[in-house]
């Protein structure tokens, strides 16, 4: 079974700083891959970034990355320089890649970011 | 495009009552996903379709849920008989492969079931 722990559960960062939002992940899957979506007060689940298990290099999007760590089984999302449309809920999930499976997500409890002044 | 689209985006309900759900994923998704966000639960799973496959409804939480796809297309999600612990944001998402793509969700129904 597939597990994601998201251990903050409130954020706050001043505007144009960076942040990091902690997600580690358990998995018995070889194979498996990584999102973190973006849930602001209008409710819909926004795709920010994905990392792949086998991926060598940190998955960037524009002022999001992931700070992968495998060995560590965590998959911390950075955003840099935020700003006040940052503040949201933010949520790390994973799948199973492996062709056969429903490949459904498992999501975490998420972190509320708030961005200050 | 257009992204995914859910209607309608609140229900207000009276227990016992049965719900319809829709949805409509990206024109061309193959996959489309049910999840459903509640205060005590967080976000879960309940059903997957994959084009003509049987679905997956190993996440429907009993057997007054049910869902179809019609035509590959649009999806509609019942809930029969209501219970108040059905009160959630029931969302859609759609990807156009299902072991490798990004899903994409729409933007929710809130039940409430009163």
């Not at chain 1, 790390?92 to 409890?109: E, N, P, V």
Request: aromatic fraction near 10%; include cysteine.
């Amino acid at each position: 079974a597939q597990k994601i722990t998201q251990t903050q559960p409130g954020m706050f960062v001043q505007e144009k700083e960076a942040v990091t939002l902690d997600c580690t992940y358990d998995t018995s899957d070889p194979s498996y891959g990584l999102f973190w979506y973006k849930q602001p007060s209008s409710g819909e689940m926004i795709f920010l970034i994905y990392q792949g298990s086998y991926d060598q290099q940190n998955a960037t999007e524009g002022r999001y990355s992931l700070n992968f760590q495998k060995a560590r089984k965590s998959a911390n999302l950075v955003i840099s320089a935020s700003q006040l449309g940052d503040s949201a809920m933010y949520f790390c999930a994973m799948r199973d890649l492996r062709t056969g499976t429903a490949s459904k997500l498992t999501f975490g409890t998420g972190t509320r970011l708030q961005v200050t002044l | 495009g257009a992204g995914v689209s859910q209607s309608p985006s609140n229900k207000v309900t009276e227990k016992g009552k049965d719900v319809e759900l829709r949805c409509d994923p990206i024109s061309g998704h193959t996959a489309l996903y049910w999840y459903r966000q509640s205060l005590g639960q967080g976000l879960e799973f309940l059903i997957y379709f994959q084009g003509n496959s049987a679905p997956d409804k190993s996440g429907l939480p009993s057997d007054r849920f049910s869902a179809e796809r019609t035509g590959g297309s649009v999806s509609t999600l019942t809930i029969q008989r209501t219970q108040q612990e059905d009160s959630a944001v029931y969302l859609c998402a759609s990807s156009s492969r299902p072991y490798t793509d990004t899903q994409y969700f729409g933007p929710g129904t809130r039940l409430t079931v009163l």
